[in-house]
């Protein structure tokens, strides 16, 4: 039931939908470098893999190069990266926020939320 309400959570913070995050608010939010056009589909390979937000001792989500896997839902959503943005496909809504990833951290953001993910390890 925890984990229920913490990937309910989640995907509540995942509701909120803007088109862009500018590259000085990501800088002023000292999350790292912005993702530019030319090292688009270098970030993208960056993205892939498993990822958890660390609120327990499971993965949160794991990013293949066409989806991104739920691991508590058991279900996976088909996703997008373009320039520093990513669009991610639920069944209701399209989620779309500016996506930094600096080492083992990426970070989602848009307008309303900013969420902090680390590479999951076993």
Known sequence: MKTRFKLLTL?????????SVN??????????????PAESSMH????????TDGNSENATF?????????????KSYNYSV???????????YVY????VVKGDT???SNADNRSKFWRFKD
């Open 82 to 92: 373009q320039n520093d943005s990513i669009k991610i496909w639920y069944d209701d």
């Open 11 to 19: 995907l509540f913070l995942f509701g909120c939908s803007n088109t």
């Open 44 to 51: 993208t390979n960056a993205l892939l893999g498993i990822w």
């Open 62 to 74: 794991e990013i293949k190069n066409d989806s991104i896997y739920y691991v508590d839902a058991f």
């Open 96 to 99: 779309v926020g500016h996506v």
């Open 23 to 36: 590259k000085e608010k990501a800088l002023e939010l000292n999350t790292g470098t912005p993702i530019s």
């Open 106 to 108: 990426l970070v989602l």
